[in-house]
């Protein structure tokens, strides 16, 4: 395992939004650049850090009937921030990741911001440098959350809020992979979709209701439960996806290895 610290493998052109910028603008910035996650700040420094996920429950939640552009970041940000120094070793902010049931930590120097490490950051390290340790099977997720095609895209969101997952697999009767719904499928569409409280509603055709099968991504790319986890790291990072259905010699579904997955594995390297 190479002596690298964090910032070594950080993404040090961060993405940052300011606190009294809308939920609009913050969904635009998101999607022009290709993350899922802006850091807020006031003079370079980082006062709070919003994701697609919380953007999700909070539209969930929410019953002002706001718009986007009505709704300030602020009251939408996590201001409690996991604050890292450039210095530290990759393994221990692999371990301060899981321990805090986050996505990503702060880079601060003297205060101020200089860079984000995230668990894609982590996969691309496994790619590169922690081939053959480990197989995909020894850090595989076994209880994996699915649907069939025609749930609702109501129960699919249920499922992530509850479940705090980021995709939901779609499976046919004999347990293989059809599809995926991700995090990034919902996101956009949270407010369309929210239940409509009103007799009306009772009368909308039930065809109008979209289905995991109306969304989801079709043949999604899998990985075998005995390849090795640097390679599904590989895949993630360079298909952009943060999860790999793992199938087993009868292309039956055994699993999920997600980049949570991928952050526990480094987190047990050892230094060479």
Do not use: Q, W
Request: proline share 4%; charged share 25%; with cysteine.
């Amino acid at each position: 395992m190479p002596h690298l610290n964090a910032l070594d493998i950080a993404t040090k052109n961060v993405i940052t939004g300011a606190p009294h910028e809308s939920l609009a603008v913050i969904r635009d910035l998101m999607i022009k650049h290709g993350v899922g996650r802006i850091v807020i700040t006031e003079d370079n420094k980082p006062i709070g850090i919003v994701t697609k996920r919380d953007i999700v429950k909070f539209l969930s939640i929410d019953d002002t009937d706001r718009s986007l552009l009505e709704i300030p970041v602020s009251e939408v940000m996590n201001i409690n921030l996991v604050i890292i120094k450039p210095n530290l070793d990759v393994r221990t902010t692999a371990s301060i990741m899981l321990d805090n049931n986050i996505s990503s930590l702060l880079i601060v120097d003297k205060e101020r911001l200089v860079g984000i490490i995230t668990k894609t950051d982590i996969c691309r390290y496994c790619s590169e440098h922690c081939k053959g340790v480990f197989k995909v099977k020894d850090f595989m997720t076994r209880n994996v959350i699915y649907v069939k095609p025609m749930h609702s895209l109501f129960r699919i969101m249920n499922l992530m809020v509850k479940h705090n997952i980021s995709r939901v697999l779609v499976l046919s009767d004999d347990n293989k992979p059809l599809g995926i719904v991700t995090l990034t499928d919902l996101t956009f569409y949270t407010s369309s979709l929210r239940p409509v409280k009103h007799p009306t509603f009772e009368v909308i055709p039930s065809s109008l209701i979209m289905t995991a099968e109306d969304i989801m991504t079709r043949n999604p790319i899998t990985i075998n439960e005995d390849e090795d986890i640097s390679k599904a790291s590989e895949i993630m990072v360079e298909r952009k996806i943060s999860g790999l259905p793992v199938i087993d010699h009868n292309e039956r579904l055994s699993g999920i290895i997600t980049k949570t997955d991928i952050v526990k594995a480094v987190a047990c390297f050892k230094e060479a």
